[in-house]
């Protein structure tokens, strides 16, 4: 029904049914995605910045700058997209300020309106086990 709504509508697979798309959450795929024939398929990845997809008080474990770099060129390798999810502070707004100038004092740095996000590192000072339970 919906296609016939509106037939260039992208669907993923997130619901158990024929998707345009597939959609490994908070894996990085070893090679690019397959169909059962062997042929390729579009695909995204679904990651989170520290391992929660909402508030977390608690949760300041975001993952390394330069592994979030990694996974954006391992992913764009592979053919796929990378979506990665910035959750809200504890009022709501996003952690990362998209008007922010960018940085533009270095040597070399990247030509005017070219954004910069500097995204906020902080490890815990205690070790925290991340648990995630998948419900069917």
Do not use: C, H
């Amino acid at each position: 029904m919906v296609r016939q709504l509106q037939p260039g509508i992208l669907v993923n697979d997130r619901l158990d049914i024929p998707g345009d798309f597939v959609t490994p959450e908070q894996y990085q795929p070893d090679e690019p995605m397959r169909a059962a024939d062997g042929s390729r398929v579009p695909w995204e990845v679904y990651q989170t910045l520290n391992g929660s997809w909402g508030y977390d008080r608690d949760n300041l474990d975001d993952k390394a700058a330069d592994l979030l770099i990694l996974m954006l060129v391992d992913t764009v390798a592979k053919d796929g997209n990378l979506l990665l999810n910035v959750g809200p502070t504890g009022r709501g707004p996003q952690r990362i300020d998209a008007g922010q100038a960018p940085d533009t004092t270095r040597m070399s740095a990247p030509p005017a309106g070219t954004l910069t996000l500097r995204l906020p590192v902080r490890r815990p000072e205690v070790a925290v086990p991340v648990i995630e339970l998948f419900l069917r």
